[in-house]
């Protein structure tokens, strides 16, 4: 399993930014797909993002497509999530997640494909 640390959350106003990053401890980092789920209070944790690991593809959910970028840096071991935008519906604690399978082809929107979390960072959007 790798290690992730994630960090860049915080409190902001409706139509701000922010940029989440994931750091990971994992040298073969390059070769894993990853992805951010966040969690609101009451409700299950959702995909938000996803990258392959050669960032050929990207997935996102609905409620931030065009709003939200997902990226990596296999020379840092981290990956990114660009929030613009930002809306009171997008405060949650978010996770970065890394895939199980070696150089899978395909980003997955479920959580068992994912088997290494980090511990999460919150963002909170006030109107």
């Known amino acids: 399993q790798v290690q992730l640390v994630e960090s860049g959350g915080g409190f902001v106003q409706a139509g701000d930014s922010l940029r989440l990053s994931c750091a990971a401890s994992l040298r073969t980092f390059s070769n894993y797909a990853m992805g951010w789920f966040r969690q609101s209070p009451g409700k299950s944790r959702e995909f938000v993002a996803g990258m392959t690991w050669s960032g050929g593809t990207t997935s996102y959910a609905d409620s931030v497509k065009g709003r939200f970028t997902i990226s990596r840096d296999n020379a840092k071991n981290t990956v990114y999530l660009q929030m613009n935008s930002l809306q009171t519906e997008d405060t949650a604690v978010y996770y970065c997640?890394?895939?199980?399978?070696?150089?899978?082809?395909?980003?997955?929107?479920?959580?068992?494909?994912?088997?290494?979390w980090g511990q999460g960072t919150q963002v909170t959007v006030s109107s």
């Open positions: 997640a890394a895939e199980r399978r070696f150089r899978r082809d395909s980003v997955s929107d479920s959580q068992t494909s994912y088997d290494s």
